[in-house]
């Protein structure tokens, strides 16, 4: 049990769907992130979330839009992807902090995505 | 432009033996280095956190060392098991706990 849970842990979906990836955390942490992970590529840091506020827009794609309820949840709204996006997106959380990241950041498993 | 590098070749050892990873940066003046274990079909793990100050640390048979001025940091297995076959990565902090990740280092322990 990661205290990180992401669901679901695999989509197919078309190019003209819509569809939402959910994570939750139970760690009491106030800081959670998205990333993407693509073969052969290292994580790529897309949204960061402290205190339920947008604090970085990696210059991701207006399609996809990350949304943050509350400290607990986070999710990621998905619409009109392209092939490309197909990847295993994680979710992470943390203890919230200003300034040098000293924090460890806990991961769930992600959501396998596939765009046909 | 900024780059960390990881070795992109598996790294097998024989079990028993030491495994040392290396990750090299540049381009970035990161206060912490993180290392992170990952599975397949699973997400990261948090290993270690080093400091820009600390030249060492420990944990049972990891040791992570930090070295600013070569920009490179080692991960160091000790008495390695075959269940410590996993892909490690290097993560770099560019400040409000913001990270950058290596490719990751592959290791396969031989029994």
């Known amino acids: 049990e990661t205290g990180v849970t992401q669901t679901p842990r695999h989509l197919v979906m078309g190019m003209t769907n819509k569809k939402s990836l959910k994570c939750e955390q139970h760690?009491?942490?106030?800081?959670m992130y998205w990333y993407k992970q693509s073969a052969k590529k290292p994580l790529e840091l897309m949204f960061v979330y402290n205190f339920k506020e947008q604090t970085e827009n990696n210059s991701v794609p207006s399609r996809f839009s990350p949304e943050c309820p509350n400290s607990s949840h986070l999710f990621l709204h998905l619409h009109t992807l392209q092939p490309e996006d197909s990847a295993l997106y994680l979710c992470?959380?943390?203890?919230?902090?200003?300034?040098?990241?000293?924090?460890?950041?806990?991961f769930g498993d992600g959501t396998r995505l596939s765009i046909l | 432009s900024q780059k960390i590098e990881q070795n992109s070749e598996a790294l097998n050892i024989q079990e028993g033996k030491t495994a040392t990873l290396t990750c090299n940066y540049t381009n970035y003046s990161p206060a912490y280095l993180q290392w992170y274990r990952q599975d397949p079909g699973r997400g990261p793990v948090f290993l270690l956190l080093?400091?820009?100050?600390?030249k060492e640390k420990r944990k049972e048979r990891l040791k992570v060392t930090f070295d600013t001025t070569l920009k490179q940091s080692l991960f160091h297995i000790t008495a390695s098991q075959p269940a410590d076959s996993a892909t490690y990565l290097c993560?770099?902090?560019?400040?409000?706990?913001?990270?950058?990740f290596g490719k990751g280092n592959q290791v396969v322990v031989i029994p």
């Open positions: 760690l009491g942490h106030n800081a």
């Open positions: 080093i400091r820009e100050n600390e």
């Open positions: 992470a959380s943390s203890h919230a902090l200003r300034g040098p990241g000293n924090q460890p950041q806990h």
């Open positions: 993560a770099l902090d560019y400040g409000n706990n913001r990270l950058a």
